[in-house]
């Protein structure tokens, strides 16, 4: 079974930033995973935020471009999302998904909240 725990969530003011983070574990090779944050607002569907490929490619929405860069440490099983510049439209649940040998497993989600 594999295990995706997210952490770093919270309660940020606009213009500041947080750093969330994925642990990945279980029967898988996260070397050779592909890692990805989404989020969802409240009565929202849940959207792709960024992506990062085993070989280190990442793409990131159009809305988050400049300001969100996501990241991976194979040698922690662990995928970072580093958020600079928030806004209050930034406010959603943060999840992690690990897609490996065409399945997809995701993580419990993070609060993150951007208000003044």
């Known amino acids: 079974q594999v295990q995706l725990v997210e952490s770093g969530g919270g309660l940020v003011q606009p213009g500041g930033s947080l750093r969330l983070s994925c642990a990945a574990s279980?029967?898988?090779?996260?070397?050779?995973?592909?890692m990805a944050w989404y989020r969802q607002a409240p009565g929202k569907e849940r959207e792709l935020v960024a992506r990062?490929?085993?070989?280190?490619?990442?793409n990131h929405v159009d809305s988050v471009k400049g300001r969100f860069s996501i990241s991976r440490d194979n040698t922690k099983n662990t995928v970072y999302l580093q958020m600079n510049y928030l806004r209050p439209e930034d406010t959603a649940v943060y999840y992690c998904?690990?897609?490996?040998?065409?399945?997809?497993?995701w993580g419990q989600g993070t609060q993150v909240t951007v208000s003044s």
């Open positions: 998904n690990l897609r490996y040998a065409g399945t997809d497993y």
């Open positions: 279980g029967r898988i090779l996260f070397g050779i995973a592909t």
């Open positions: 990062i490929s085993s070989s280190g490619t990442t």
